[in-house]
């Protein structure tokens, strides 16, 4: 199957700059990620997931990101053996990506169902400069312990945690304890799927400076969609 790429920004409030970008799967006519990954077999998942890393550099490399980029990582990739983070690589410097450009995401559920495995994943991006975050944070409840374990580099929190943050007092009590955690531990946070102005100013009052989400800027078909700055309004 054809495939190509949107990108949505990742902003740093603080500077209101563009952090990174996520690199999100599409069709070659922006068909959804989810319609491209059900007409994929199983066997081929590993082939296909190199392929859109590849694509999605190479369409970063031609729109002149000259930032961080976001690539998500299948949960197959994790018991993955050969050259395939190397290709990955190589191609990148190819098209004059440096491999400190990159942050991978792997979804939280994805530690918690092979954690020796992702062990040995993040330390083996590590030592070759690449940021490794978890994306979907807290979408299982499965606990502070995973950020001391891994120590991942960033960790983006689930949208369920924050959709409705101001309003309760549940959900501030328990993200505020994980911010604090971060802190401690030097972990960046991402707060994901922003949407309303409500949620955006109670967690940068608590010191969340990275945001993404349909508030800032919707993903862009192989291109680099404009971003909304709430602070800069007038």
């Known amino acids: 199957m054809d495939l190509s790429c949107a990108f949505q920004p990742i902003v740093d409030v603080n500077e209101n700059k563009v952090f990174s970008y996520e690199a999100l799967v599409r069709g070659k006519n922006n068909e959804s990620a989810s319609y491209v990954f059900s007409q994929i077999p199983k066997e081929d998942l590993l082939i296909f997931d190199q392929q859109a890393k590849k694509v999605a550099i190479a369409l970063a490399a031609k ?5 961080y980029i976001n690539l998500n990582f299948l949960p197959c990739t994790l018991q993955s053996t050969g050259s ?3 290709e990955i690589l190589e191609f990148a410097e190819q098209h004059h990506l440096a491999r400190n450009q990159i942050i991978v995401e792997v979804t939280e559920e994805e530690v918690i169902s092979d954690p020796q495995n992702f062990s040995r994943f993040i330390n083996k991006y590590r030592a070759m400069g690449i940021k490794v975050a978890i994306d979907d944070f807290g979408a299982g409840y499965a606990g502070l312990n995973l950020l001391v374990d891994f120590l991942p580099d960033i960790i983006k ?3 369920n945690l924050i959709r409705n943050i101001h309003n309760h007092g549940s959900l501030q009590a328990i993200v505020k304890a994980i911010l604090q955690i971060c802190i401690d531990l030097g972990i960046d946070v991402i707060a994901e799927g922003i949407e309303t102005l409500d949620e955006y100013y109670w967690l940068k009052s608590h010191n969340i400076k990275f945001f993404q989400g349909f508030l800032f800027a ?6 680099l969609p404009l971003v909304f700055y709430p602070d800069l309004l007038v």
């Open 157 to 159: 929190l689930d949208i």
């Open 84 to 86: 395939y983070i190397s």
């Open 63 to 67: 729109l002149k990101i000259g930032c």
């Open 218 to 223: 919707k993903p862009g078909f192989e291109s």
